[in-house]
């Protein structure tokens, strides 16, 4: 019997993702670091692009360290022409300098790591990928969040957004690179469904000069809630472990408190230990 190809798929969220901080950790920790293929969104991308370098102890350090009172995140930049969310800040000083992200040990390892970005003018999800792209302008492009940075972000002769818009936990890709069993972060919890957006408000931003994303921005909720459902029914063609928040996060997207980034951390962890409990392998 031919030996299971193993995934992990990490879902994005902004600061929702120190939960998923928490989580890699519990992994770690359980000797669960191996996986064939990973795929990852926006923030999820970020940390988990460490996991797949195995520099377990950086990723932790980022976000205990780097990311809050408004180091990262500073919403007083809102109205002006400067972004929120300072991806510049974070790549270019924290992955680069600060807590190197070993771009060789990416490029050798034996893992696929798939980075989701969304494409502007089709809207459609692009998977770059450790062996073969820039790996920093890649994490860059999937953490651009609409608003919150305002510029895409150049890839070639392509413009990129936040990948978490057209594929917000990219499970099919990795059903798609051939996994049987896979592991699924995710950064809410059981029963949540995304609403449509408020009065079109975000989509209307992006209509004149991406037509595509701003459709997308409008249909996002259905095909994320579509995926939520597939999930809870188990209805995809491979095992599934699931490891979401057991309680709502202390956390939004946005969020700047240290003290609030630590105990998501802290949750993902207990619940990350409590949902492998039941997944001793």
């Known amino acids: 019997m031919p030996?299971?190809?193993?995934?992990?798929?990490?879902?994005?969220?902004?600061?929702?993702?120190?939960?998923?901080?928490?989580?890699?950790?519990?992994?770690?920790?359980?000797?669960?670091?191996?996986?064939?293929?990973?795929?990852?969104?926006?923030?999820?991308?970020?940390?988990?692009?460490?996991?797949?370098?195995?520099?377990?102890?950086?990723?932790?350090?980022?976000?205990?360290?780097?990311?809050?009172?408004?180091?990262?995140?500073?919403?007083?930049?809102?109205?002006?022409?400067?972004?929120?969310?300072?991806?510049?800040?974070?790549?270019?000083?924290?992955?680069?300098?600060?807590?190197?992200?070993?771009?060789?040990?990416?490029?050798?390892?034996?893992?696929e790591f798939y980075i989701t970005a969304t494409r502007c003018d089709t809207a459609q999800p692009v998977y770059f990928n450790n062996h073969h792209d820039d790996i920093f302008t890649a994490l860059k492009a999937s953490a651009a969040m609409p608003v919150a940075y305002k510029h895409p972000v150049v890839i070639g002769d392509q413009q990129y957004i936040d990948g978490g818009i057209s594929d917000s936990i990219p499970i099919q890709k990795a059903i798609d690179e051939g996994c049987d069993e896979i592991v699924v972060l995710m950064t809410r919890?059981?029963?949540?469904?995304?609403?449509?957006?408020?009065?079109?408000?975000?989509?209307?931003?992006?209509?004149?000069?991406?037509?595509?994303v701003a459709q997308?921005?409008?249909?996002?909720?259905?095909?994320?809630?579509?995926?939520l459902r597939r999930i809870e029914k188990q209805d995809y063609p491979c095992k599934l472990t699931v490891i979401r928040p057991k309680d709502k996060l202390p956390v939004s997207r946005l969020t700047t408190k240290h003290e609030k980034i630590m105990a998501a951390i802290q949750m993902g962890y207990r619940d990350a230990l409590a949902a492998l409990q039941d997944h001793p392998n």
């Open 3 to 111: 030996e299971m190809k193993r995934g992990l798929v990490v879902e994005g969220g902004g600061m929702r993702g120190a939960h998923t901080c928490g989580i890699l950790w519990a992994l770690v920790q359980t000797g669960r670091t191996h996986f064939d293929v990973v795929t990852a969104t926006s923030a999820g991308a970020c940390t988990a692009a460490y996991f797949v370098a195995k520099q377990f102890n950086q990723f932790g350090r980022v976000w205990r360290e780097f990311l809050h009172d408004r180091q990262f995140i500073n919403l007083r930049k809102l109205f002006s022409r400067h972004s929120v969310m300072d991806l510049d800040y974070l790549i270019n000083y924290i992955f680069r300098d600060v807590c190197p992200l070993d771009i060789k040990a990416l490029q050798e390892t034996a893992t």
């Open 189 to 212: 919890p059981l029963g949540y469904r995304m609403k449509p957006p408020f009065a079109n408000l975000l989509p209307a931003l992006f209509n004149k000069k991406f037509p595509a």
């Open 216 to 227: 997308a921005l409008k249909q996002r909720h259905n095909h994320y809630n579509d995926v």
